[in-house]
């Protein structure tokens, strides 16, 4: 990780789906078409499975879920009214798990990657005394597991009293580490200082400098940031875990975790769990599949210093 | 293009462009400013990173007594040395977890990576139809959170339930048992390798895209075919991703919590030590004995470290 020139690091061909100009490098043999795509077929059932019986076990009820084959459809067809007790369950407890997962995820993927575009763009643009050691400390910060600090962070919110309450995921989901590094390294090659200094010379203050200039040409790294922290947020599990007993506070994991883990008692547990399961994946399936292209760039600009 | 930043009189020459303030002021406020953008991360990221470690390393090295049967006569606490430390790594089952996870990881690792890798190249060769719907379907299960996943695979590996299960016996007659002993450590890997290998062949293509054209020009001038420009050009060029890849699966690896934590519910296979994190969590939540468990964070944060360091000392002395 030493700090060589990322001069590649702007450069988005940004023309998806094509293969590249390689694609004339010859007229290629169907044989080989058939069988590369064959194996991304193959492939692409294995990742689909899992998504598929689901889809397929939440239409289901009890009876039919252990009485017929997995792969297709049972005898009734108890999509809706599965769905509709997912929603009911409880005054709508799995309807308060989804808007405090969008919460977290949400307010502490943007606030994350403000503080993280701000705190970049200082360490990119300015020197000074400590710069260093900030970097230093917040590349160390990358590589902690996330786990290892949250059992000492509940300890320290628990003293604070903050453990159990919206604050105690809310606060360490603000910090993005990985993202401080990739706006650092995004500032430092796109962010112009003549630019900076011109904006200064017309009278501009420093913060206004940031906000007007150094925000807009950051955009494309910080989409990035703000992707990648809201999937953290929203896929963690420990953190929540560690921090939250009272079930009106837990995100969308741990409730359908709840309800999951009930299910070896009380059989009409797998009904609410599938189709909670179902309207969970959907909406982040579609979100990954929207935005796949935003992630292109993503980790690797870091990585071609490594 | 650094050296500007910190000379000012340079502007002070226009000085009624300048809104009135005077160079000296100027001066402190291009000194202040960069303390007040990185002011209010660098707060939080020490009070949610540098904190919570240090919190951490003091209660290993702390231990606390309890006077009376629950400790209603008081409670003392004391420099422990490596007390913590000793009985962590006495006990067998935390120990032994961690060569669980090394064992996890020096085989799911590669698998993972080895088939990013494929997927990337096969996507990015001209022989790939439909790429995007392919690249986008494999990185689907990158947004499922890991509890999500877990549920899903769990419906698959019981019995009864799995139509998998059914369907091996219909076809061959054999009943594989996911959740068994020897197995279940396999099939929480396939569960991991479901939910990252489409995550880290994204990043892979991106750096695949990466390679100019003109390389591959120069390839086809000189006669390669798809496998000699595969193994010469594109696998050391993306040599960086690849490194990358690999160093955050070995953090992810000694991390696995969710999935063993779930799957105990259906395989009795699990214990509450399956993994180092699942033994952390039981000491601190289930014996309430934080000293010992923040050992354990610290043990394992140290075995990350030391893997990461070691992999990376590795890659770059073979690539000198």
């Known amino acids: 990780m030493t700090s060589a020139t990322v001069s590649t690091a702007p450069r988005r061909t940004d023309v998806p789906d094509v293969p590249a100009p390689r694609e004339g490098r010859s007229g290629r043999r ?6 590369v ?39 009734t067809f108890a999509l809706f009214d599965n769905l509709g007790a997912v929603l009911t369950y409880g005054g709508g407890v799995f309807v308060r798990w989804f808007a405090n997962s969008v919460l977290y995820a949400g307010v502490g993927g943007l606030i994350a990657t403000y503080l993280a575009a701000a705190g ?7 020197r000074f005394r400590g710069r260093n050691l900030i970097f230093g400390l917040v590349l160390g910060g990358v590589l ?30 603000l910090v993005s580490p990985f993202g401080f590094f990739l706006c650092r390294i995004y500032a430092d090659a796109t962010v112009d200082s003549s630019l900076v200094e011109a904006a200064r010379i017309d009278g501009a203050g420093e913060l206004r400098i940031f906000h007007t200039l ?25 953190l929540p875990l560690v921090m939250l007993s009272d079930q009106d506070l837990y995100p969308i994991t741990l ?25 969970s994946v959907i909406p982040l399936a579609v979100a990954m599949i929207v935005l796949q292209r935003f992630w292109r760039g993503g980790l690797t600009e870091g990585a071609v210093k490594a | 293009m650094t050296t500007q930043t910190t000379t000012t009189p340079t502007g002070a020459a226009p000085g009624t462009r300048v809104a009135g303030r005077p160079p000296k002021k100027r001066s402190t406020a291009v000194d202040r400013a960069p303390w007040i953008l990185v002011g209010p991360f660098l707060a939080l990221f020490l009070l949610t990173f540098v904190l919570p470690i240090i919190v951490a390393i003091g209660q290993s090295f702390t231990t606390v007594t309890r006077a009376g049967l ?6 003392t606490t004391g420099f422990a040395w490596f007390e913590n430390y000793r009985i962590a790594l006495e006990d067998g089952n935390f120990v032994a977890s961690i060569w669980r996870m090394l064992l996890f990881g020096v085989v799911q690792v590669p698998v993972m990576i080895v088939a990013a890798t494929v997927l990337a190249l096969l996507l990015e060769s001209a022989s790939a139809r439909w790429p995007g719907f392919f690249r986008a379907t494999f990185f689907m299960p990158y947004g499922i959170p890991g509890v999500i996943a877990t549920i899903l695979w769990s419906f698959l590996y019981v019995p009864g339930l799995s139509p998998i299960i059914d369907l091996t016996e219909t076809l061959f007659g054999f009943t594989p048992d996911f959740l068994g002993a020897g197995t279940v450590l396999w099939s929480i890997a396939n569960i991991v390798t479901w939910t990252y290998a489409g995550y880290n062949m994204l990043i892979i293509v991106a750096q695949l895209k990466a390679i100019p054209p003109e390389m591959y020009e120069a390839a086809r001038v000189d006669g390669a075919g798809p496998w000699r420009t595969a193994w010469s050009i594109q696998l050391p060029l993306i040599r960086p991703a690849l490194v990358l890849t690999t160093v955050f699966s070995i953090i992810g690896t000694l991390q696995l919590f969710a999935e063993p934590q779930l799957l105990m519910t259906v395989s009795p296979a699990i214990d509450s030590q399956f993994t180092p994190n699942l033994s952390a969590y039981t000491t601190a939540f289930a014996y309430n004995d934080y000293n010992v468990a923040a050992a354990q964070s610290v043990l394992i944060a140290l075995v990350a470290f030391a893997l990461s360091f070691l992999f990376l000392r590795l890659t770059n002395r073979s690539s000198r």
């Open chain 1, 144 to 173: 902690v597991p996330g786990t290892a600090t949250a059992l000492p962070l509940f300890l320290l919110f628990s003293q604070l009293g903050l453990a159990n309450t919206y604050w105690s995921v809310l606060i360490p989901s």
């Open chain 1, 37 to 75: 795509t064959g194996i991304l077929v193959v492939v692409a059932i294995y990742f689909l499975v899992p998504v598929y019986w689901v889809v397929v076990a939440a239409s289901k009820t009890t009876d039919d879920l252990f009485g017929t084959n997995g792969f297709w459809f049972g005898n």
């Open chain 2, 70 to 75: 629950f400790g209603e006569q008081g409670v």
């Open chain 1, 255 to 279: 409730g359908l975790n709840n309800w999951n883990s009930q299910t070896d008692r009380l059989p009409e547990f797998y009904e609410l769990t599938t189709g909670g399961v179902l309207l």
């Open chain 1, 30 to 35: 169907p044989a080989s078409t058939i069988l």
């Open chain 1, 214 to 238: 150094g925000l807009r040409i950051m955009t494309p790294a910080l989409v990035t940031v703000f992707l990648f922290q809201i999937v953290g947020i929203w896929n963690n599990y420990f």
């Open chain 1, 120 to 126: 970049g763009y200082a360490l990119a643009k300015y």
